[in-house]
């Protein structure tokens, strides 16, 4: 088997120190020594050989050099080494630079060394007995809180790990959590989750002697930290460890930031009933509160669940109240919030523009004062509605800008903008980009517990880009991998169930399964009636209209096809073409069905999906050149160059 480069090298590096090799233009064995010497079969083992070979006062201080870290400068060394001069340390560690086992970096405007290899700096740290490890840890600390005492905020980590090692439990807790806490503003958050869980190891030591607010701020920021990784389970177990000691120690504060992570927590879980029971535990304390800011940030959780559950009514009243409070207090942070959510429940309602108009309020606040990741959930829902309103290229602009900010940001944002975004792709005609987009996004939710995410991801790629290029055993396995989801808290998926049924109808009809595909599309569009989901009526009548045209009944295609005709108006305007084309192919009056034709062109062309508008042009066109009319012949040409030339370029 190959020799590892390092293990050789190390090999001989052992063999010469010993004197069985003499290298001097010539390589010379000295048989004798050889057969008495055992070469160490490890890299580890070679390295340490090394290091016991070394005189005692290099040896010493590449051990103390190797807790400050695998680069090192000689100033510290010198102190906590103990060495009488700074010369002394120089003149040991060119005679280790020698050996090769450090190398010097730089000497201006301080002597920096690197130890030559990782391995080298492993093995002379784990040569040190534990209890000299402790308290040369403990020596790196106090010479950095004494250099640095007024700059100590960039070395709160490094702190953080030499208490640790020291096992100075209280400072490794006080310094981890200064350092965690930096992390997490600055959204580095797994570096933030590791060094809130190095506080709890140490916290768990000396609790009593720390006191329970560190705790409840731990456990509390870490939370929201798991939120922006999609790690619901766990932000839920800290919210509820807060709230163990926040009520405990009767701090009505403390119980109520902890009820608005665990309310957080559960939207985004789909558990909405759990948050407006939450939000009533916090707004039963409302007197006892002091910062109007969590009972406003209540109201916004509430509403958001209420709007969910479709209750719209509640949803704005609550919204109305977390507007008041944020004015008050003049927290455009929050009210940039507010204004988010209020569009949110606008765009469920359909009202479209107020939705816009909300959303556009909340990024102009945002972009005043707010983190990068609230700028960029306030982008990734203005995307959402633009698709809605059909104003797919500018959709994408946005969801690229907002694609950005959730990379450095967080996970929940991230996937949902590229799920937006590859709808967006796949509504003009983009499929290979949008798959790109879906792909990551499905791979970042296999590292996340959020359901709800992974549902939107399965609805949308199965019905946007699987059944739209024809994959329908790729569409109907992610309908039935959603409906998993859905079928576990259906009461909390009621729009995603409709959606689900039109997909799944869908998938039957082109399979020719009509009875199926009729039962499905029936059962989407008996729910749509009852939760007045209109934006999908249309699409549900389009599909069951088809059903009936299969199954040779046109009266009731027709009288099908009119009614998604006549809600397309306020429902979804994508598949209007689609319908118009039906109508036209079911009319016997000749004069009709051109009309039905030429509207059907200009819808198509005013709003359709990529394929689908490919497909009414090309039907349309195909029609209408047969016709007598001269004009109505000279449409249908020119539409049927253009259906030419789009797919050309596509090619």
């Known amino acids: 088997s190959p020799v590892n480069p390092l293990f050789l090298e190390e090999a001989l590096n052992v063999m010469v120190g010993a004197g069985v090799l003499q290298v001097n233009g010539r390589v010379l064995v000295d048989e004798v020594e050889l057969a008495r010497m055992q070469v160490p079969d490890t890299i580890h083992g070679l390295l340490l050989a090394r290091l016991d070979r070394l005189p005692p006062a290099g040896r010493d201080l590449l051990q103390v050099a190797s807790v400050i870290g695998r680069q090192f400068s000689a100033e510290p060394l010198q102190a906590i080494a103990e060495t009488p001069t700074q010369q002394t340390v120089l003149n040991l560690l060119s005679e280790l630079s020698e050996s090769e086992m450090t190398r010097l970096i730089t000497a201006d405007p301080e002597w920096i060394y690197l130890f030559q290899h990782a391995m080298t700096h492993e093995v002379a740290y784990e040569s040190l007995p534990y209890a000299r490890r402790r308290q040369l840890h403990a020596a790196v600390a106090r010479w950095l809180a004494t250099k640095y005492e007024n700059n100590l905020k960039p070395l709160h980590s490094v702190l953080a790990y030499h208490y640790s090692r020291a096992d100075n439990h209280a400072s490794a807790v006080k310094y981890a959590i200064l350092a965690a806490d930096e992390a997490r503003n600055i959204f580095a958050n797994r570096e933030a989750v590791d060094l809130y869980n190095l506080a709890e190891a140490h916290l768990n030591v000396v609790q009593a002697e720390t006191g329970w607010e560190t705790a409840v701020h731990l456990y509390l920021s870490r939370g929201a930290v798991y939120i922006l990784l999609g790690e619901q389970s766990l932000a839920f177990a800290d919210a509820e460890r807060a709230l163990e000691l926040a009520d405990m120690h009767a701090a009505i504060n403390e119980k109520v930031v902890a009820y608005n992570l665990m309310a957080e927590t559960r939207y985004l879980q789909r558990a909405f009933s759990e948050v407006i029971t939450l939000v009533e535990k916090i707004v039963s304390l409302a007197t006892e509160v002091t910062d109007p800011d969590q009972l406003a940030k209540a109201h ?64 102009e606040l945002s972009r005043e004062f707010s983190t990068p990741i609230n700028i960029g959930i306030a982008l990734s829902n203005i995307g959402f509605v633009q698709f809605t309103l059909g104003l797919y290229k500018e959709a994408v602009d946005t969801l690229s800008e907002a694609i950005l900010i959730g990379r450095d940001s967080g996970r929940n944002l991230l996937v949902s903008a590229l799920i937006n975004r590859a709808a967006s792709l796949s509504r003009v005609g983009k499929f290979r980009q949008a798959l790109r987009d879906f792909e990551e996004a499905d791979t970042l939710l296999g590292v996340m517990n959020y359901p709800s995410l992974k549902v939107e991801t399965l609805l949308f790629w199965a019905f946007e880009h699987s059944s739209a290029l024809g994959n329908l055993i790729t569409a109907k396995a992610q309908y039935e991998e959603a409906r998993k989801i859905i079928d576990f808290q259906p009461d909390s998926y009621i729009e995603e169930q409709a959606r689900l049924y039109i997909g799944l109808g869908q998938v039957e009809l082109n399979n020719g399964n009509y009875a199926a595909a009729e039962r499905l599309l029936k059962r989407s569009r008996k729910l749509i009636i009852e939760k007045e989901l209109i934006w999908w009526r249309p699409i549900a009548e389009y599909y069951l209209g088809c059903v009936y045209k299969f199954l040779d009944k046109p009266g009731k295609a027709i009288e099908t096809f009119t009614v998604g005709l006549t809600t397309s108006d306020t429902g979804c305007p994508d598949f209007k073409p689609l319908i118009l084309l039906e109508l036209a192919q079911l009319e016997d009056d000749l004069a009709q069905r051109n009309r039905l034709l030429v509207q059907c062109i200009r819808q198509a062309k005013k709003r359709s999906r990529f394929v689908e508008k490919l497909y009414c042009l090309e039907q349309a066109g195909q029609r209408l050149v047969e016709s007598k009319g001269a004009d109505l012949r000279e449409m249908g040409e020119n539409v049927l160059a253009k259906v030419h030339q789009i797919k050309m370029s596509k090619e």
Request: proline share 0%; charged share 15%; with cysteine.
């Open 300 to 363: 916004i959780w509430a509403g958001w669940a209420e709007s969910s559950l479709l209750n719209f009514e509640a949803a704005l009243h609550h919204l109305g109240l977390a507007e008041s409070i944020c004015q008050q207090q003049k927290n455009n942070y929050l009210l940039a919030r507010v204004y988010e959510a209020i569009g949110f429940t606008r765009y469920l309602q359909k009202e479209l523009t107020l939705s816009l108009d909300a959303m556009q309020q909340s990024v």
